[in-house]
């Protein structure tokens, strides 16, 4: 799309208000709204100033004024406001240097997707994440310094199957680990669902299925197809919008947290990639799993640096919640064909064409430019320096021999120690000036204000554990 077929789209839908869309440092989306009477073809190449002091992890007051430049090819009417409005993502640009701003995540994807390009490796990498969800009915949060709590609820919680309704209780909801593809009414949840997918596709993401997810308690998932670096990153923050938004809209909240319930799966971001060079999938070979010399690379770059890149991938205290040892989530980094308890998977694929990879340790706190990004130049650093992955780990990695386990490398176990070993081992990422040493400080200082701020709170268990010792 074009600036004129913006223009003709706000003619056409009589749209009275643009809604201009940029993500910050820790993947929060954010909006400023204009008269589209502003909107012209000079708007295009001018955008519009706005304050970026504001944003955290960003501008000083003393040197505030950025500017929003719109990309035309982003435009779509937003189904959720009242009044007619086109959405427009935007780079965030330096006035001085009229250049993407270095904090920018969306200036930095597409600087990842120019080295890759430049690397002569391969001129696309289609990133295809599953964002995993929860539905929840009722969501409660109280922090002070004398207390603190949360709870949950939903009536598909097993929690609730004693639980007296004033209509009473129909008791089909799926039990603990017991939330995988029952149809309704056990999954009370298709309609919102259905929904939730109908107006991702109102918003221009090609639907491909949705499913209840293994958990209690309103878990699902809706996958779009996939697409490049940049297009796709803007296409998780399209999703997270849509779906929180018809939640919201059925009197449900939705969430993206990748643990808010204990004892049962928490909520992943599995993210399938591959690369293309001239129309060929380069990841397809006869080597194991059907993949290519460059696929068993790119994984070994992922391995490599895995611990780094968690975090990005695993951007929040939370997410390490869902990374333990021995339960579900996959925190052996390992690569296997059928083994889902491996941190890489590689998916069964009839045609070689779409052959790919599946990374599982990343939860949708992620900022979706940053993950995919950073996972993208370890594969490259993996592909350049032929880091073999070595064996592949086809056994029950939750089920080994304390010897044989202790030789199987893990992710991090805390956001602390991932972003330790992001400050060590920040070489990879800097190639090609994608990230930035001052965009990486910046993010794990950001980022360890998160950690002190946890730290530093009191939880109710070490009250259970340690009150009357």
């Not at 208000?17 to 009477?37: C, M, N, Q, S, Y």
């Not at 090819?73 to 009044?83: G, N, R």
């Not at 059907?290 to 690379?297: F, K, M, T």
Request: aromatic letters at 10%.
């Amino acid at each position: 799309m074009t600036p004129a077929d913006v223009l003709q789209l706000i003619k056409e839908k009589e749209a009275k208000f643009a809604d201009l869309r940029f993500t910050d440092t820790i993947g929060k989306e954010h909006h400023v709204t204009i008269p589209t009477r502003l909107v012209d073809e000079g708007f295009f190449k001018d955008g519009k100033m706005f304050d970026g002091s504001s944003i955290a992890g960003w501008k000083g007051i003393n040197e505030s004024d950025m500017i929003l430049m719109p990309d035309p090819a982003t435009a779509v009417i937003d189904p959720f406001y009242e009044e007619t409005t086109v959405d427009l993502r935007c780079d965030v640009i330096e006035p001085m240097t009229m250049q993407g701003y270095g904090r920018d995540p969306r200036s930095l994807a597409k600087r990842a997707e120019a080295y890759l390009k430049s690397s002569g490796i391969a001129d696309s990498a289609l990133f295809g994440p599953e964002n995993e969800f929860f539905i929840f009915d009722n969501v409660t949060v109280s922090s002070s310094m004398n207390g603190c709590s949360y709870e949950v609820d939903s009536y598909e919680g097993s929690w609730n199957s004693g639980k007296t309704y004033e209509d009473g209780n129909k008791a089909h909801r799926p039990a603990v680990k017991g939330g995988y593809f029952p149809v309704p009414p056990v999954d009370s949840q298709q309609d919102i669902r259905t929904a939730m997918s109908m107006a991702c596709e109102e918003m221009g993401l090609k639907f491909e299925v949705h499913h209840h997810e293994v958990a209690t308690a309103g878990q699902g998932e809706i996958n779009v197809a996939a697409n490049t670096l940049t297009k796709k990153a803007d296409e998780v923050q399209i999703l997270k919008y849509a779906l929180q938004n018809v939640a919201h809209g059925y009197g449900k909240t939705l969430t993206f947290m990748p643990k808010p319930i204990v004892g049962d799966n928490g909520s992943g971001m599995h993210v399938h990639q591959s690369l293309q060079k001239e129309g060929k999938a380069l990841f397809a070979g006869d080597k194991y799993g059907g993949l290519s010399d460059i696929a068993l690379y790119y994984i070994g770059g992922i391995i490599k640096h895995a611990r780094a890149i968690n975090a990005f991938t695993n951007a929040s205290t939370n997410s390490y919640k869902r990374l333990v040892p021995g339960f579900e989530a996959p925190v052996k980094l390992a690569y296997s064909a059928r083994n889902r308890s491996a941190s890489i998977r590689i998916p069964w694929i009839a045609n070689p064409k779409g052959r790919r990879i599946e990374v599982r340790f990343p939860d949708a706190t992620a900022n979706p430019y940053f993950a995919f990004a950073s996972m993208l130049l370890a594969g490259i650093d993996g592909i350049q320096n032929k880091i073999h992955p070595g064996e592949p780990g086809d056994k029950d990695l939750y089920d080994l021999e304390p010897e044989e386990d202790k030789k199987i490398p893990t992710v991090c176990h805390s956001l602390d120690m991932a972003l330790d070993y992001l400050d060590k081992d920040r070489g990879f990422l800097k190639a090609g000036g994608v990230f930035t040493d001052d965009l990486i400080d910046a993010y794990i200082e950001l980022k360890m204000k998160e950690v002190t701020r946890v730290r530093m709170t009191t939880h109710p268990i070490e009250v259970e554990m340690y009150y009357s010792l």
